[in-house]
């Protein structure tokens, strides 16, 4: 049954400036140059430079709130005069609000991809087109890590539905076999074991290479396992000729395809700071990099044009009332950026002189150990920010520093007290326990017990479970895997 009724809702709603606001804020400075480039080449009305408009400048009193406002001048008063959002068309208001939304990706180059190699290879074999085919889809089927995943009986009932291909098992093996020819050494295996012995057959076959073919084809469990007693057992061998083999074993490459994926990784991890602090006898500098930001202003010309349509209100035609409605969304549009450039700016440097005020020790030393307790709690309360504000400031920004660069995630952990009841930060127990790690007896590492005794020898009550999760944060594996001969 259909039913009518009136109901009261209280709603609240972002407005394209604070969802723009707040997009800004989770851009780092790299990613922030190619947004404001991106906006300098859709919106006519926005100019880079320091030329600033007498009509419409951009000065403190425009800066937004917190929540992405801002006081009314004179400037916006006359552009909102003669249209109100009332008169502008619904997919005026939507072309707004899509690009707030709307977060852009910046493209990047990389070389030449891991399957392209291979079949840059393959083309260079003279193979029946049989076996050419089956080389393509099994090329198709190997991972970004170089691995070959699949089963080869599936590989087949592929081949025949979608190649019409009859082929056997083993064919299918006997080009795999041809791939796994291929460069880089171990690509199209289909295990860690295979992996490592396609490199090692690969090399010239001393002592010390036959003895690690000889454990990783009939020892691999043990050596995996670390149980080199029992290796040394089984095939009669000293402790020096068993290291020199796992020696020759480490030097081997486990992700033969991630030689492709680093040239990716190199790109994406070239860090721009977003924050430089200098410490300079005694004293921190904070200082801001806007190389890559010009500065931006409002296009007189536009501004002119505005003047001029809103100057002969009387005689409009149904184009110059579209081409006003045009001049004044571009305006607004430039106004909000040039606003919200200015309040992201504004924001990330309060956040970062909070976090220097919390972190000076540091700032001045580099002693890990110098950091204090922080979460974003305690930057928000400095700042007067929101705690989501701060997470999205802290989000993918780094600083420069006199002694290397650092993420801003990096000055953020929890605390704990010692015995003393002085309160710590978890990082400063972290680095503790790997001195420790780094330092001891690989023939027999610590334990996680072992680590949380000498710590609460240290004053610092910690249980194993704690020490383990620590442990796990570091990425270092339990004590058995740590073992060496």
Same mark, same amino acid.
């Given at each position: 049954m259909l039913k009518q009724q009136l109901q009261q809702?209280?709603?609240?709603?972002?407005?394209?400036?604070?969802?723009?606001?707040?997009?800004?804020?989770?851009?780092?400075?790299?990613e922030l140059e190619e947004r404001v480039k991106h906006e300098l080449e859709e919106n006519p009305a926005l100019e880079e430079g320091n030329e600033i408009s007498d009509d419409i400048e951009i000065g403190e009193e425009n800066r937004l709130d917190e929540n992405g406002g801002g006081e009314e001048t004179e400037a916006d008063i006359s552009l909102g005069d003669y249209l109100t959002e009332d008169d502008i068309p619904d997919y005026k208001l939507r072309e707004i609000r899509e690009r707030s939304q709307t977060k852009e990706d910046i493209p990047f180059s990389i070389g030449q991809s891991l399957n392209e190699f291979l079949l840059q290879q393959l083309g260079l074999r003279d193979l029946p087109e049989k076996q050419m085919k089956i080389a393509e889809y099994i090329i198709g089927n190997i991972d970004d890590d170089g691995y070959l995943r699949?089963?080869?009986?599936?590989?087949?009932?592929?081949?025949?539905?979608?190649?019409?291909?009859?082929?056997? *098992?083993?064919?299918?093996?006997?080009?795999l076999s041809i791939i796994q020819d291929f460069d880089p050494a171990g690509i199209g295996a289909r295990s860690?074991?295979?992996?490592?012995?396609?490199?090692?057959?690969?090399?010239?076959?001393?002592?010390?290479?036959?003895?690690?073919?000889? *454990?990783?084809?009939?020892?691999?469990?043990?050596?995996?396992?670390?149980?080199?007693?029992?290796?040394?057992?089984?095939?009669?061998i000293t402790e020096e000729q068993l290291k020199q083999a796992i020696q020759e074993i480490t030097t081997l490459n486990p992700k033969p395809g991630n030689s492709w994926e680093s040239s990716m990784e190199t790109v994406m991890s070239q860090v721009t700071p977003d924050f430089i602090v200098e410490a300079i006898n005694g004293e921190l500098y904070l200082s801001m990099n806007n190389r890559g930001i010009p500065d931006l202003h409002i296009n007189r010309e536009y501004t002119e044009m505005f003047q001029n349509y809103t100057a002969n209100k009387a005689n409009q035609t149904s184009e110059m009332r579209d081409a006003?409605?045009?001049?004044?969304?571009?305006l607004d549009s430039a106004q909000w950026f040039i606003d919200a450039i200015r309040q992201r700016q504004e924001t990330l440097q309060r956040t970062m002189e909070a976090i220097i005020l919390l972190q000076r020790d540091f700032f001045l030393t580099g002693d890990e150990s110098?950091?204090?307790?922080?979460?974003?709690?305690?930057?928000?309360?400095?700042?007067?920010?929101?705690?989501?504000?701060?997470?999205?400031?802290?989000?993918?920004?780094?600083?420069?520093?006199?002694?290397? *660069?650092?993420?801003?995630?990096?000055?953020?952990?929890?605390?704990?007290?010692?015995?003393?009841?002085?309160?710590?930060?978890?990082?400063?127990?972290?680095?503790?326990?790997?001195?420790? *790690?780094?330092?001891?007896?690989?023939?027999?590492?610590?334990?996680?017990?072992?680590?949380?005794?000498?710590?609460?020898?240290?004053?610092?009550?910690?249980?194993?479970?704690?020490?383990?999760?620590?442990?796990?944060?570091?990425?270092?594996?339990?004590?058995?895997?740590?073992?060496?001969i």
């Amino acid at each position: 049954m259909l039913k009518q009724q009136l109901q009261q809702k209280l709603q609240q709603k972002l407005s394209p400036q604070q969802i723009q606001l707040i997009r800004l804020l989770e851009l780092p400075a790299i990613e922030l140059e190619e947004r404001v480039k991106h906006e300098l080449e859709e919106n006519p009305a926005l100019e880079e430079g320091n030329e600033i408009s007498d009509d419409i400048e951009i000065g403190e009193e425009n800066r937004l709130d917190e929540n992405g406002g801002g006081e009314e001048t004179e400037a916006d008063i006359s552009l909102g005069d003669y249209l109100t959002e009332d008169d502008i068309p619904d997919y005026k208001l939507r072309e707004i609000r899509e690009r707030s939304q709307t977060k852009e990706d910046i493209p990047f180059s990389i070389g030449q991809s891991l399957n392209e190699f291979l079949l840059q290879q393959l083309g260079l074999r003279d193979l029946p087109e049989k076996q050419m085919k089956i080389a393509e889809y099994i090329i198709g089927n190997i991972d970004d890590d170089g691995y070959l995943r699949r089963d080869l009986s599936a590989i087949g009932d592929d081949l025949v539905f979608l190649a019409g291909q009859e082929v056997s *098992i083993k064919e299918i093996k006997e080009v795999l076999s041809i791939i796994q020819d291929f460069d880089p050494a171990g690509i199209g295996a289909r295990s860690l074991k295979e992996c490592l012995l396609l490199q090692l057959e690969r090399r010239e076959k001393t002592p010390v290479v036959e003895l690690a073919i000889q *454990i990783l084809k009939s020892h691999f469990e043990e050596f995996s396992r670390k149980h080199y007693d029992k290796i040394l057992r089984s095939l009669n061998i000293t402790e020096e000729q068993l290291k020199q083999a796992i020696q020759e074993i480490t030097t081997l490459n486990p992700k033969p395809g991630n030689s492709w994926e680093s040239s990716m990784e190199t790109v994406m991890s070239q860090v721009t700071p977003d924050f430089i602090v200098e410490a300079i006898n005694g004293e921190l500098y904070l200082s801001m990099n806007n190389r890559g930001i010009p500065d931006l202003h409002i296009n007189r010309e536009y501004t002119e044009m505005f003047q001029n349509y809103t100057a002969n209100k009387a005689n409009q035609t149904s184009e110059m009332r579209d081409a006003v409605q045009f001049v004044k969304q571009k305006l607004d549009s430039a106004q909000w950026f040039i606003d919200a450039i200015r309040q992201r700016q504004e924001t990330l440097q309060r956040t970062m002189e909070a976090i220097i005020l919390l972190q000076r020790d540091f700032f001045l030393t580099g002693d890990e150990s110098a950091l204090r307790p922080m979460i974003l709690k305690d930057v928000a309360e400095r700042t007067g920010y929101d705690i989501s504000t701060i997470s999205r400031v802290s989000n993918s920004k780094y600083v420069q520093t006199n002694f290397g *660069i650092y993420s801003l995630k990096y000055f953020f952990s929890e605390s704990m007290h010692t015995e003393s009841g002085e309160e710590v930060s978890t990082r400063e127990v972290k680095k503790i326990m790997k001195d420790y *790690i780094d330092g001891e007896d690989k023939r027999k590492p610590l334990t996680d017990e072992e680590l949380a005794t000498i710590l609460k020898e240290k004053g610092y009550v910690i249980a194993r479970r704690t020490v383990a999760k620590y442990r796990e944060q570091m990425d270092i594996p339990v004590a058995r895997l740590r073992k060496e001969i």
